[in-house]
Nanobody, 118 residues
Framework: VQLQASGGGLVQAGGSLRLSCVAS????????TGWFRQAPGKEREFVAR????????YHANSVKGRFTISRDNARNTVYLRLNSLKPEDTAVYYC????????????WGQGTLVTVSS
């Protein structure tokens, strides 16, 4: 499985972006797609995930109500809508796939940079 993340950029505080994660390869064999982020000097943190079987979603408390994960099965694409952005949302955002409930996130994309100016 290969993942290609895109959509990052520079935005002012309060602005919005939509990130995309396109999957190719053995995309029929996956449990969930997640978004993570890593800010400069900080550890990577979980942002949101969506399961492929039923489309259920889960968002980290830090982004709940501002970010929304969604999917387009026909396009093998998962989106992350970022609204009401804050400077502390500045990070490299990564998408990842978990092949099963036991595998963890075992496929990762290259990341896309989101910079929020104050």
């Amino acid at each position: 499985v290969q993942l290609q993340a895109s959509g990052g950029g520079l935005v002012q505080a309060g602005g919005s972006l939509r990130l995309s994660c396109v999957a190719s390869g053995r995309t029929f064999s996956q449990y969930a797609t997640g978004w993570f982020r890593q800010a400069p000097g900080k550890e990577r943190e979980f942002v949101a995930r969506i399961t492929w079987s039923d489309g259920s979603t889960y968002h980290a408390n830090s982004v709940k109500g501002r970010f929304t994960i969604s999917r387009d099965n026909a396009r093998n694409t998962v989106y992350l809508r970022l609204n009401s952005l804050k400077p502390e949302d500045t990070a490299v955002y990564y998408c990842a796939i978990a092949s099963s409930t036991r595998s963890g996130y075992n496929y990762w994309g290259q990341g896309t940079l989101v910079t929020v100016s104050s």
